[in-house]
């Protein structure tokens, strides 16, 4: 999180935002935890690197949800009262762990397309895609590496733009892997009213994803810009990292629902037959085990 330095008489309102930015998050951390079990009670024949994906995921929502709660524990019981000057181990603890989370995501997201793809278009799109996710990726562990040798909040805004940077290239990056899995997707109708439904509804999927985590990464950018010297961001900043994690795993978890709808018959993968790209669509036979991430030893 960016610390922002707060006065004795406007800590209440402050750390307001805070505590609205905790609870959502738990909240969120919540679901986080149902997912997670969901996953390995009814997935149980995805691959062991799938497995330990979510395992981690679930770990590092568990860390998240424990510096953000510490950090306000912090704030708000220990010193309450008092005026805030020293920056605490659980804030930048928590930028590197929403840093992380974001681009494992991401680079979930990017193998899928890899693996959708074929020639230029595999190259060039997962060349830039994984370009933008290393620049957020490596902007917010400079700005937590900066918070923890200033250690005083009042220096902290002269490293705010490490910070904005990172959002904003999260921000674009979660556009863009939207856009070409859309358009990859979108490519891939084959005129069959149910394969076509599929697709819809896989779109309907990836859009929701990418809609969710860049509106809540925009909020923050925003809010920052707007009010840097109070804490109004911090509820978007608190929840982004959850919300990354519970999109990711209701997209996995969605694909015995897709099942029950007819559209496979094979309880492992779901593909789609018949579909012959194009020379120039930039798009391989696709297969709803690679959209949705589905892998089998």
Same mark, same amino acid.
């Given at each position: 999180m960016?610390p922002? /330095?707060?006065?004795?008489?406007?800590?209440?309102?402050?750390w307001?935002?805070?505590?609205?930015?905790?609870?959502? /998050?738990?909240?969120?951390?919540?679901?986080?935890?149902?997912?997670?079990?969901?996953?390995?009670?009814?997935?149980?024949?995805?691959?062991?690197?799938l497995?330990?994906?979510?395992?981690?995921?679930?770990?590092?929502g568990?860390?998240?949800t424990? %510096?953000?709660?510490?950090?306000?524990?912090?704030?708000?019981?220990?010193?309450?009262?008092?005026?805030?000057t020293v920056?605490?181990?659980?804030q930048?603890?928590?930028?590197y762990?929403? =840093?992380?989370?974001?681009?494992?995501?991401?680079? *979930?997201?990017?193998?899928?397309?890899?693996r959708?793809?074929?020639?230029?278009?595999?190259?060039?799109?997962?060349?830039?895609? =994984?370009?933008? +996710?290393?620049?957020?990726?490596?902007?917010?562990?400079?700005?937590? =590496?900066?918070?923890l040798?200033?250690?005083?909040?009042?220096?902290?805004?002269?490293i705010?733009?490490?910070?904005d940077t990172?959002?904003?290239?999260?921000?674009?990056?979660?556009?863009?892997?939207t856009?070409?899995?859309?358009?990859?997707?979108?490519?891939?109708?084959?005129?069959?009213?149910?394969?076509?439904?599929?697709?819809?509804?896989l779109?309907k999927?990836t %859009?929701?994803?990418?809609?969710?985590?860049?509106?809540c990464? *925009?909020f923050?950018?925003?809010?920052?810009?707007i009010f840097?010297?109070?804490?109004a961001f911090i509820?978007?900043?608190? %929840?982004?990292?959850q919300?990354?994690?519970?999109?990711?795993? /209701?997209?996995?978890?969605?694909?015995?629902?897709?099942?029950?709808?007819g559209? =496979?018959?094979?309880s492992?993968?779901?593909?789609f037959?018949?579909?012959?790209?194009?020379?120039? +669509?930039g798009?391989s036979n696709?297969?709803?085990?690679?959209?949705?991430?589905?892998?089998?030893?």
């Open positions: 960016a922002v /330095a707060v006065t004795k008489t406007g800590q209440e309102t402050q307001g935002f805070g505590m609205i930015g905790v609870v959502v /998050a738990s909240v969120f951390y919540g679901i986080t935890c149902v997912q997670t079990y969901t996953y390995y009670v009814n997935y149980r024949r995805d691959s062991w690197t497995k330990l994906l979510v395992g981690v995921l679930w770990a590092l568990s860390a998240h424990a %510096v953000i709660t510490y950090t306000a524990y912090f704030y708000v019981i220990i010193h309450f009262g008092a005026p805030q920056i605490v181990w659980s930048p603890a928590h930028v762990i929403i =840093s992380t989370i974001a681009w494992i995501v991401q680079i *979930f997201l990017i193998v899928r397309i890899w959708m793809s074929r020639g230029i278009f595999r190259y060039a799109s997962v060349t830039l895609l =994984s370009l933008v +996710s290393a620049l957020a990726f490596v902007m917010g562990f400079a700005y937590a =590496s900066r918070l040798q200033i250690k005083l909040i009042a220096h902290s805004q002269q705010s733009a490490l910070m990172a959002l904003g290239s999260t921000m674009a990056e979660d556009i863009l892997l856009i070409w899995l859309s358009y990859l997707l979108t490519r891939s109708r084959t005129g069959s009213q149910q394969t076509d439904t599929l697709i819809n509804t779109i999927y %859009v929701r994803n990418g809609l969710v985590t860049s509106t990464a *925009f923050d950018v925003i809010l920052r810009a840097p010297t109070t804490l509820p978007f900043y608190f %929840v982004l990292a919300l990354y994690i519970v999109t990711s795993l /209701a997209t996995l978890n969605a694909r015995n629902s897709l099942r029950n709808q559209y =496979s018959t094979d492992a993968s779901i593909k037959e018949g579909f012959k790209p194009g020379i120039d +669509s798009c696709l297969d709803l085990s690679e959209t949705l991430g589905h892998n089998r030893e």
